[in-house]
């Protein structure tokens, strides 16, 4: 059953929506939904600000849509924050605190929703949680939630063991691949124990890659997508297409030519200032890795290479659907799972609550928008998603989601009426809650570490680099902001 027809308009404030009309000669098709989320990537893109790295594609998606500059995922870990962007619940509702755990199959997710009223839905890659490279080397599920597809398409792909350069910053010195390797992967015969004894930890090893793009994980997953996208542009049934792009997780991998376009000399690497962490409670910062500045600069020249060849494949899913005359009945988002970390308070990857962990990017591109290109500086959260979409599309409301409709900010950026004033992350024992120019971590008292707090002026200190939660002159707002995270916690379990 396909929900009622839709009609797009428009106001000298750009995209205004979708109307109902039951009155009109001609019916228009419900609109398709091509859903593109990246992995481990913070906002290191040319279209958020950032100095050094070059992402024209996801910029030019963005000129055609509204990217979020305050969006935030609610756990920064793929597991929890996939399972609970797809369901529209909080971690604290999904019970899913940790990788390697699927969504209930009594949950209705955002494309089994979409299913459930018409739609076709697949999936390509990654969209719940998988083990990086793992899954991929093999080519195996990880914790799907079957339920959401009607197909479902993985990829296999050497990742690690690609031909080039391969170094591991943590553990030089530079190797390169055992040729026999890929012959034991062709003929199925390289098991996962052995992947894992003969390359270590996978979490800093760098790839640049001599093959081909088209032997790289992402751009196999993006042909296969594609691909799709051809299928179904002959057929009428809308569809819902979720396609994971594993880069920038690591290990990055990427082209040398993308490694090229980012000299290492060049990288800057984040500043940590004398005394900055002094008053930072141990349990809100990681191990620092201990690696001179080459190496630090090495990775971050590694991970931007991945976005940049990562934002290529997303140019190439946009490019397809503008040639298959799609693009005027398509819902286009581009998002990632949650930030990443890169040195920053000394501290590396996720699990974290630092901004650089939990704040994403978040573009959506929607049929009918007069004056795109804006962008919108509201508070929002990945479970938004699910309403957002489901408004869109015009399709009934899943009365369990716990997300609000962010629609309105697609017709005006700026509006005001968005009930959420606030935005709320958190890990397995600490919560964080973003309002206003404030950044406010509550890390309560586990095992030996105390309770500690941190508070950041978000307009004074960008960085987070002066935690104010010890000076007594901002116990007031402390206090307060306390009072509404213990309020965020208990809304996220009903």
Same mark, same amino acid.
């Given at each position: 059953m396909?929900?009622k027809s839709?009609i797009f308009?428009?106001s000298?404030?750009?995209?205004?929506g979708f109307?109902?009309?039951?009155?009109?000669?001609?019916?228009?098709?419900p609109p398709n939904?091509?859903f593109?989320?990246?992995?481990?990537?913070?906002?290191a893109?040319?279209g958020?600000g950032h100095?050094?790295?070059?992402?024209p594609?996801?910029?030019?998606?963005a000129e055609?849509?509204?990217?979020f500059?305050n969006?935030y995922c609610?756990f920064?870990?793929?597991?929890?924050?996939r399972a609970? +962007?797809?369901?529209?619940?909080?971690?604290?509702?999904?019970g899913?605190?940790?990788?390697?755990?699927?969504?209930?199959?009594?949950?209705?997710s955002?494309?089994?929703h979409?299913?459930d009223?018409?739609?076709?839905?697949a999936r390509?890659?990654?969209?719940?949680h998988m083990?990086?490279?793992?899954d991929?080397i *093999?080519?195996?599920?990880g914790?799907?939630?079957a339920p959401?597809?009607?197909?479902?398409h993985n990829?296999r792909?050497l990742?690690?063991f690609?031909?080039?350069?391969?170094s591991n910053?943590t553990?030089p010195p530079t190797?390169q691949?055992? #040729?026999?390797?890929r012959?034991?992967w062709d003929?199925?015969?390289?098991n996962?124990?052995?992947?894992?004894q003969l390359r270590?930890?996978?979490?800093?090893?760098?790839?640049?890659?001599t =093959?081909?793009?088209e032997?790289?994980?992402?751009?196999l997953?993006?042909d296969k997508a594609?691909?799709?996208l051809k299928?179904?542009a002959e057929?009428?049934?809308?569809?819902f297409?979720a396609?994971g +792009?594993?880069r920038?997780?690591?290990p990055?991998v990427? #082209?040398?030519?993308?490694f090229d376009?980012?000299?290492v000399e060049a990288?800057e690497?984040p500043?940590?200032?004398?005394?900055?962490?002094?008053?930072?409670?141990?349990?809100a910062?990681?191990?620092?890795?201990?690696i001179?500045? $080459?190496?630090?600069?090495e990775?971050?020249q590694?991970?931007?290479?991945?976005i940049?060849y990562m934002d $290529?494949?997303v140019? $190439?899913?946009?490019e397809?659907?503008?040639?298959?005359?799609?693009?005027?009945n398509?819902?286009?988002?581009?998002?990632?799972d949650h930030?990443y970390?890169l040195?920053?308070?000394?501290s590396?990857?996720k699990?974290? +609550?630092w901004?650089?962990?939990?704040?994403?990017?978040?573009?959506?591109s929607?049929p009918?928008?007069?004056?795109p290109g804006?962008?919108s500086d509201?508070l929002v959260?990945?479970?938004?998603?699910?309403p957002?979409?489901?408004a +869109?599309a015009?399709l009934?409301?899943?009365?369990a989601?716990?997300?609000?409709?962010?629609?309105?900010?697609?017709?005006?950026p700026t509006d005001?009426t968005?009930e $959420?004033?606030?935005?709320f992350?958190?890990?397995?024992?600490?919560?964080?809650?973003r309002?206003?120019?404030?950044?406010? *971590?509550?890390?309560?008292?586990v095992?030996?570490?105390?309770?500690?707090?941190?508070?950041?002026?978000m307009?004074?200190d960008?960085?987070?680099?002066?935690?104010?939660?010890t000076?007594? =002159?901002f116990d007031?707002i402390?206090?307060?902001?306390?009072?509404?995270?213990l =309020?965020?916690i208990?809304?996220?379990?009903k």
């Amino acid at each position: 059953m396909f929900p009622k027809s839709l009609i797009f308009f428009c106001s000298t404030f750009g995209f205004s929506g979708f109307a109902y009309s039951s009155d009109s000669a001609e019916e228009s098709a419900p609109p398709n939904v091509l859903f593109i989320i990246s992995d481990d990537l913070n906002t290191a893109l040319s279209g958020y600000g950032h100095p050094q790295v070059n992402t024209p594609n996801l910029d030019k998606l963005a000129e055609s849509g509204v990217s979020f500059t305050n969006a935030y995922c609610q756990f920064p870990l793929c597991g929890p924050s996939r399972a609970s +962007l797809f369901s529209g619940l909080y971690p604290e509702k999904t019970g899913i605190l940790k990788n390697n755990v699927s969504l209930a199959d009594e949950i209705v997710s955002l494309p089994q929703h979409f299913a459930d009223h018409g739609y076709w839905s697949a999936r390509v890659g990654k969209i719940y949680h998988m083990d990086i490279p793992h899954d991929v080397i *093999m080519g195996t599920d990880g914790a799907d939630h079957a339920p959401s597809w009607d197909e479902k398409h993985n990829i296999r792909s050497l990742e690690t063991f690609h031909p080039g350069l391969v170094s591991n910053v943590t553990a030089p010195p530079t190797v390169q691949l055992y #040729p026999e390797l890929r012959d034991q992967w062709d003929q199925d015969t390289l098991n996962l124990k052995a992947v894992k004894q003969l390359r270590g930890q996978h979490s800093w090893v760098i790839v640049q890659s001599t =093959e081909r793009d088209e032997e790289l994980a992402d751009s196999l997953a993006t042909d296969k997508a594609i691909s799709i996208l051809k299928e179904r542009a002959e057929d009428k049934q809308p569809f819902f297409l979720a396609v994971g +792009l594993v880069r920038p997780h690591f290990p990055f991998v990427a #082209p040398k030519a993308d490694f090229d376009d980012y000299p290492v000399e060049a990288m800057e690497i984040p500043e940590v200032l004398p005394g900055q962490l002094e008053n930072v409670p141990p349990q809100a910062l990681s191990r620092d890795l201990k690696i001179g500045q $080459r190496e630090r600069q090495e990775i971050l020249q590694a991970y931007y290479a991945c976005i940049t060849y990562m934002d $290529r494949q997303v140019g $190439r899913l946009v490019e397809s659907v503008d040639q298959l005359g799609l693009r005027d009945n398509t819902i286009i988002v581009f998002v990632s799972d949650h930030g990443y970390l890169l040195g920053e308070h000394l501290s590396w990857k996720k699990k974290l +609550l630092w901004e650089e962990a939990t704040r994403v990017p978040l573009i959506i591109s929607a049929p009918g928008m007069e004056n795109p290109g804006k962008h919108s500086d509201h508070l929002v959260e990945l479970v938004d998603l699910y309403p957002t979409l489901t408004a +869109l599309a015009n399709l009934p409301e899943q009365s369990a989601v716990q997300g609000l409709n962010l629609e309105p900010l697609l017709s005006d950026p700026t509006d005001g009426t968005l009930e $959420r004033k606030d935005a709320f992350t958190q890990t397995a024992t600490s919560y964080g809650l973003r309002q206003g120019k404030w950044a406010y *971590m509550w890390y309560p008292k586990v095992r030996k570490n105390p309770e500690g707090f941190t508070l950041y002026d978000m307009e004074k200190d960008p960085n987070q680099r002066y935690n104010l939660a010890t000076n007594p =002159e901002f116990d007031p707002i402390r206090s307060d902001l306390h009072v509404r995270l213990l =309020e965020r916690i208990d809304l996220a379990k009903k």
